[in-house]
């Protein structure tokens, strides 16, 4: 097992560098790069107003008058959309800023070393280390990621095997209905008809609408604290388990249904076995196989795509609304720095499904795998 796990650890490297690298060539070619965001900044500034514009350890201020005389001084042809008439040296100079004056292979291999140390870099457009914006809006994320599994798995696992064992009843007609209404409305609908409803938008003013706790947070007595920090959860946690629970129940049920008619069970029953020990004592180990092997995609789902859309909807700062607002505004390092991190707990959590389903079923053997 020892074995496996630190094979498993080594192999994360690799992957983590490819990953990296599609990415990195990906982002290479779209076009609107912080180049020309912020190009396109300095042609809308106001002519009275000056704008300060910091990054990779430098700053540049210009006023406006100063940024139409560099456009006057050159009218050659730019790489950059929108820079045709700046000066080739103020160009030079933006590209020093961003880091763009190295040769591609220079800048991938000085990120990945710095990567290494999770040194992240500088946001381009925040001021702030990447490591330190990553570690503000983490406990959103968290908070928002790991309740939502909880509760998914605390509902799902009981309720399908409940399904599998009464199947075609009235109960599992029923919840099924449910179920295929839980998994065909999209969460984000969900959310909006929480807030509708709980959050002062027509009915109720229950819940709040924004924000992890309210802003006398820190003033508050622990137990108070606790009671805050759940009264804002409820609304964004809802709306995720109401969109994730279906799936995961229709799998269990669809588990323990196959292992119920094996011949296996027919024995157990027949040697007069309880039901409680045929469910919990043989089937169960079996049936929660497939049920593991989806912990990992079922969490990126949640940290990624559902905490994207719950994040923005109920204006909870995490890092999904964080790794999106960096990729429309081209924040590279905090772009590849959220990637880095997604990435590093997506392989991490599919070594523990895999750790886990051996606890399950001790009969899975990794060290058969490893003289493969």
């Known amino acids: 097992m020892a074995a496996y796990i630190i094979r498993r650890l080594l192999l994360m490297i690799p992957t983590l560098f490819g990953i990296i690298l ?13 180049v020309e965001q912020m190009i396109a900044k300095l042609q809308g500034m106001n002519t009275s107003a000056t704008q300060r514009f910091s990054g990779g350890g430098s700053d540049i201020s210009l006023s406006t008058q100063q940024t139409q005389a560099q456009m006057n001084m050159s009218s050659g042809a730019s790489k950059y959309r929108g820079a045709q008439g700046l000066d080739p040296e103020f160009i030079k100079s ?3 800023q961003f880091g763009f004056d190295k040769p591609l292979h220079e800048r991938f291999f000085m990120m990945i070393r710095n990567y290494l140390t999770f040194d992240f870099g500088e946001s381009y457009f925040q001021n702030k280390k990447v490591i330190t914006l990553i570690v503000e809006k983490m406990p959103v994320s968290i908070s928002l990621g790991l309740w939502t599994t909880l509760l998914i798995y605390l509902i799902s696992i009981p309720l399908g095997i409940a399904k599998a064992m009464r199947d075609g009843s009235k109960f599992d007609v029923w919840t099924s209905s449910v179920m295929i209404a839980g998994y065909a409305v999209p969460g984000f609908l969900f959310a909006i008809l929480l807030i509708v409803v ?8 229950i819940f709040p609408l924004r924000g992890l706790t309210s ?3 820190k003033d508050m007595d622990w137990f108070h604290r606790i009671l805050d920090y759940f009264w ?3 609304l964004p946690v809802t709306a995720s388990v109401i969109s994730g629970f279906a799936g995961l129940t229709i ?3 669809n588990s323990f249904l196959e292992e119920i008619n094996k011949q296996y069970v027919l024995t157990a029953r027949a040697k007069g076995l309880a039901e409680n020990n045929v469910l919990y004592g043989h089937v169960f180990r079996n049936a929660m196989l497939i049920v593991l092997s989806g912990i990992p995609s079922a969490l990126l789902h949640i940290f990624l795509t559902g905490s994207l859309l719950i994040e923005t909807i109920f204006s ?3 890092l999904g609304l964080m790794g999106f607002e960096s990729a429309i505004a081209r924040d590279y390092p905090v772009m590849f720095g959220t990637l880095f991190i997604f990435t590093l707990l997506g392989l991490l959590i599919r070594l523990v499904s895999d750790l886990t389903m051996t606890w399950v079923d001790p009969r899975i053997d990794f060290r058969a795998q490893e003289g493969r």
């Open 22 to 34: 599609i990415n990195f060539l990906i982002v290479q070619i779209a076009p609107g790069g912080p």
């Open 198 to 205: 709980f959050a002062g938008g027509k009915y109720f003013d």
């Open 316 to 318: 909870l700062d995490g």
């Open 215 to 217: 802003d006398n947070w």
């Open 251 to 253: 799998l269990t049920k």
């Open 94 to 96: 933006l590209e020093k």
């Open 232 to 234: 804002h959860m409820t």
